[in-house]
């Protein structure tokens, strides 16, 4: 007979099995909960897994320099993908137009949108994200009365849309958005998130392609001017010249070579020669048509090159402009600097090295043609260029060797004979090309540098032969010498030391130098000149402007010099006396040399008649092969003692003609008719 149990034991295991089974639904809930939590857990790293492995692809996309346009698809493409979204758009503003963006990249745009792929730069929710410069959301939550910010999504029953700014090296240039058609849309800070992690991909790709087309613009292009490099320009010559053998438009190079620019950039310092070249440019893309195309190729070299030529002189006439161009005064500062250049031409058909170098052998052929000119390629340039560098060679080892020579032109008095002054000119004895006239070798040594040495040693032989004369001939202090100057030695800082060391080493008197110089050497850089030349008149030394009419002076620069003498040159001198004669320019010279209180000497007197004429011009000094050839310091002593300081034989009005032996000029000389 079963025992009955007590009703407090049962009321105890009836509680023991109900927290048993409480226990249990917890627990169940509890495995629940995290079971869900779990797979919460699960599908936020197998989407966070999805975000990583599309970054990882963008950024693979950006590192191999795919094209950024497919790297920026992609990113429009990921965004409509991760965020579930109908829409999405990459708005770039127009680098040309700020205040327009354009569509770069879409994905599930409408025709509306494929036909316009542009907005005003502030309009929607777009233009919100560039002005603000943060993220911003249009969705159920911020406000459904959003219409403007979904302007610049257009397409039907868009419900939420947001975007964020991209940005190009820390400056906001568009903004990446996302728009979706699901109703109540909510965008989550998850999904805010990642359209911020896509939109600093995109930012990425933009910075990374900006950055590789800079590496390659510096690649092919002059960091100081902008323009083509060498590696640029041979490159287009291939092409063009690839295009003209198929029966186009020929082609020709010009090649470029600033005259006396090492004297800026020593002398001045490389900042002024850096803002000369600068200026130079500019002036030189100026004179050329849209297609041509202008390269630096290194230094003070520039090149051109010319496409569809319709006729021979095409070429000449562009190299003309260019030179054209340059003869006004560049303006650096306030300083104003001249400069000329040598430019040569080659034209035709071949590879693009040779034609490159044939312009650059007319170059040198026109640079010893004198400063601002221009030649045409020769086939037999190659052998007058392997020849000038074999000179260069010889002029080197001609200073050191002193195989030069200084000789000696006297400048007479018209009036009466009176030799007023001598004016030393260098001469070089060649051991195989026997006397080398200074017009083939003193532009060498600009242009290869040796001016300096070459000018020293002029002044130093000059100021010796001068100090002698002097005391020889003390009765008559107003004998001077004068010594030639170049432009490049006008432009060094050391020159009116120069001078004080040569004259205290001769032991000359100052007021027994004067020093000439060129016209055209002044107005290179006539600021520096003038600081230069108060420098020299401080000395005591007089100043001469050498072959006046030649260069691009005006009275007002003239106005400014302190200068003693004015030397004609020669070729108006030799306008003169006979048909179609230059007198009244000459008589036009010879007047502003009096209004400017300076003596006045003509160059080149090679007939009685010219000789006659500048007397009644007004013209008292000159110098000339009718007067006196240069002679070595001897003859020149002789001619001294024999005319006479006091004038008498020879060079007066109504002295003998040349060619008589009691003539100065048939006295024993040089033959030398490359002299004045």
């Given at each position: 007979?079963?025992?009955?149990?007590?009703?407090?034991?049962?009321?105890?295991?009836?509680?023991?099995?109900?927290?048993?089974?409480?226990?249990?639904?917890?627990?169940?809930?509890?495995?629940?909960?995290?079971?869900?939590?779990?797979?919460?857990?699960?599908?936020?790293?197998?989407?966070?897994?999805?975000?990583?492995?599309?970054?990882?692809?963008?950024?693979?996309?950006?590192?191999?320099?795919?094209?950024?346009?497919?790297?920026?698809?992609?990113?429009?493409?990921?965004?409509?993908?991760?965020?579930?979204?109908?829409?999405?758009?990459?708005?770039?503003?127009?680098?040309?137009?700020?205040?327009?963006?354009?569509?770069?990249?879409?994905?599930?745009?409408?025709?509306?949108?494929?036909?316009?792929?542009?907005?005003?730069?502030?309009?929607?929710?777009?233009?919100?994200?560039?002005?603000?410069?943060?993220?911003?959301?249009?969705?159920?939550?911020?406000?459904?009365?959003?219409?403007?910010?979904?302007?610049?999504?257009?397409?039907?029953?868009?419900?939420?849309?947001?975007?964020?700014?991209?940005?190009?090296?820390?400056?906001?240039?568009?903004?990446?958005?996302?728009?979706?058609?699901?109703?109540?849309?909510?965008?989550?800070?998850?999904?805010?998130?990642?359209?911020?992690?896509?939109?600093?991909?995109?930012?990425?790709?933009?910075?990374?392609?900006?950055?590789?087309?800079?590496?390659?613009?510096?690649?092919?292009?002059?960091?100081?001017?902008?323009?083509?490099?060498?590696?640029?320009?041979?490159?287009?010559?291939?092409?063009?010249?690839?295009?003209?053998?198929?029966?186009?438009?020929?082609?020709?190079?010009?090649?470029?070579?600033?005259?006396?620019?090492?004297?800026?950039?020593?002398?001045?310092?490389?900042?002024?020669?850096?803002?000369?070249?600068?200026?130079?440019?500019?002036?030189?893309?100026?004179?050329?048509?849209?297609?041509?195309?202008?390269?630096?190729?290194?230094?003070?070299?520039?090149?051109?090159?010319?496409?569809?030529?319709?006729?021979?002189?095409?070429?000449?006439?562009?190299?003309?402009?260019?030179?054209?161009?340059?003869?006004?005064?560049?303006?650096?500062?306030?300083?104003?600097?001249?400069?000329?250049?040598?430019?040569?031409?080659?034209?035709?058909?071949?590879?693009?090295?040779?034609?490159?170098?044939?312009?650059?052998?007319?170059?040198?052929?026109?640079?010893?043609?004198g400063k601002g000119r221009y030649a045409v390629y020769e086939p037999g340039m190659h052998t007058a260029i392997v020849e000038r560098l074999e000179l260069e060679v010889d002029l080197k080892r001609a200073l050191e060797r002193e195989e030069l020579a200084v000789v000696y032109q006297p400048v007479f008095s018209l009036l009466d004979g009176r030799v007023t002054g001598v004016e030393a000119l260098v001469r070089w004895h060649h051991p195989t090309r026997g006397v080398v006239m200074p017009e083939n070798f003193?532009?060498?040594?600009?242009?290869?540098?040796?001016?300096?040495?070459?000018?020293?040693?002029?002044?130093?032989?000059?100021?010796?032969?001068?100090?002698?004369?002097?005391?020889?001939?003390?009765?008559?202090?107003?004998?001077?010498?004068?010594?030639?100057?170049?432009?490049?030695?006008?432009?060094?800082?050391?020159?009116?030391?120069?001078?004080?060391?040569?004259?205290?080493?001769?032991?000359?008197?100052?007021?027994?130098?004067?020093?000439?110089?060129?016209?055209?050497?002044?107005?290179?850089?006539?600021?520096?000149?003038?600081?230069?030349?108060?420098?020299?008149?401080?000395?005591?030394?007089?100043?001469?402007?050498?072959?006046?009419?030649?260069?691009?002076?005006?009275?007002?620069?003239?106005?400014?010099?302190?200068?003693?003498?004015?030397?004609?040159?020669?070729?108006?001198?030799?306008?003169?006396?006979?048909?179609?004669?230059?007198?009244?320019?000459?008589?036009?010279?010879?007047?502003?040399?009096?209004?400017?209180?300076?003596?006045?000497?003509?160059?080149?007197?090679?007939?009685?008649?010219?000789?006659?004429?500048?007397?009644?011009?007004?013209?008292?000094?000159?110098?000339?092969?009718?007067?006196?050839?240069?002679?070595?310091?001897?003859?020149?002593?002789?001619?001294?003692?024999?005319?006479?300081?006091?004038?008498?034989?020879?060079?007066?009005?109504?002295?003998?003609?040349?060619?008589?032996?009691?003539?100065?000029?048939?006295?024993?000389?040089?033959?030398?008719?490359?002299?004045?």
């Amino acid at each position: 007979m079963a025992t009955e149990r007590d009703p407090s034991e049962l009321a105890a295991f009836l509680a023991l099995i109900s927290s048993v089974l409480q226990n249990e639904r917890g627990l169940r809930a509890d495995s629940e909960h995290q079971a869900e939590e779990n797979a919460r857990l699960l599908d936020a790293l197998r989407e966070r897994q999805v975000l990583l492995e599309r970054l990882a692809q963008l950024q693979r996309g950006i590192v191999d320099r795919l094209p950024v346009h497919e790297v920026l698809d992609a990113v429009v493409e990921s965004a409509c993908e991760l965020l579930d979204c109908r829409v999405g758009i990459l708005w770039i503003a127009d680098p040309d137009d700020p205040d327009h963006s354009a569509a770069v990249a879409t994905m599930g745009a409408d025709e509306e949108l494929l036909e316009r792929r542009r907005q005003p730069t502030d309009e929607g929710l777009s233009g919100r994200a560039i002005s603000e410069r943060t993220l911003v959301v249009a969705d159920a939550v911020i406000g459904a009365g959003h219409d403007d910010d979904l302007a610049d999504f257009p397409h039907d029953g868009l419900t939420a849309a947001m975007a964020a700014p991209v940005f190009e090296r820390s400056r906001v240039v568009g903004s990446l958005g996302v728009a979706s058609t699901e109703p109540g849309r909510v965008y989550e800070a998850r999904d805010q998130q990642v359209l911020l992690s896509l939109a600093e991909h995109a930012s990425l790709a933009l910075n990374h392609a900006r950055a590789g087309e800079e590496a390659v613009h510096e690649a092919l292009h002059d960091s100081l001017t902008g323009l083509p490099n060498r590696s640029l320009f041979l490159d287009r010559m291939r092409h063009a010249l690839a295009r003209a053998e198929r029966g186009l438009e020929p082609v020709a190079v010009l090649f470029c070579d600033l005259d006396g620019f090492k004297t800026v950039n020593d002398s001045l310092g490389h900042r002024t020669g850096d803002r000369l070249l600068v200026s130079v440019a500019e002036r030189l893309i100026e004179c050329l048509r849209p297609a041509d195309t202008i390269a630096r190729l290194g230094g003070d070299e520039f090149a051109v090159l010319l496409e569809e030529l319709r006729e021979p002189g095409d070429a000449a006439r562009a190299a003309q402009r260019l030179l054209d161009a340059l003869k006004a005064p560049f303006d650096l500062r306030g300083r104003e600097f001249f400069i000329s250049a040598s430019i040569g031409i080659a034209a035709g058909a071949g590879d693009a090295e040779t034609l490159l170098r044939d312009a650059d052998l007319a170059m040198y052929r026109a640079k010893g043609r004198g400063k601002g000119r221009y030649a045409v390629y020769e086939p037999g340039m190659h052998t007058a260029i392997v020849e000038r560098l074999e000179l260069e060679v010889d002029l080197k080892r001609a200073l050191e060797r002193e195989e030069l020579a200084v000789v000696y032109q006297p400048v007479f008095s018209l009036l009466d004979g009176r030799v007023t002054g001598v004016e030393a000119l260098v001469r070089w004895h060649h051991p195989t090309r026997g006397v080398v006239m200074p017009e083939n070798f003193v532009p060498l040594a600009e242009e290869s540098g040796l001016i300096g040495e070459l000018g020293r040693w002029v002044l130093r032989k000059a100021c010796h032969q001068g100090a002698l004369w002097r005391a020889k001939y003390p009765g008559h202090p107003g004998l001077g010498i004068g010594v030639n100057i170049s432009g490049a030695q006008l432009q060094e800082p050391g020159l009116v030391q120069e001078v004080a060391d040569a004259l205290a080493e001769s032991q000359l008197d100052a007021t027994g130098l004067m020093l000439e110089i060129t016209e055209t050497a002044l107005m290179e850089s006539f600021d520096n000149a003038i600081e230069q030349m108060d420098a020299l008149n401080d000395l005591g030394v007089d100043l001469a402007i050498d072959d006046f009419g030649t260069g691009y002076s005006s009275l007002r620069y003239l106005r400014r010099l302190p200068l003693d003498v004015m030397k004609i040159e020669k070729s108006f001198v030799g306008g003169i006396g006979g048909p179609g004669e230059e007198a009244e320019l000459l008589r036009a010279i010879v007047d502003l040399a009096g209004i400017f209180g300076l003596r006045v000497v003509a160059e080149g007197i090679e007939r009685p008649d010219q000789r006659e004429r500048l007397l009644e011009l007004g013209c008292e000094l000159g110098q000339g092969h009718l007067l006196a050839e240069p002679l070595d310091a001897a003859d020149a002593d002789a001619l001294l003692l024999r005319v006479g300081l006091l004038g008498g034989e020879g060079a007066g009005p109504s002295g003998p003609p040349a060619g008589d032996p009691s003539s100065p000029a048939t006295i024993e000389r040089q033959v030398d008719r490359g002299a004045d």
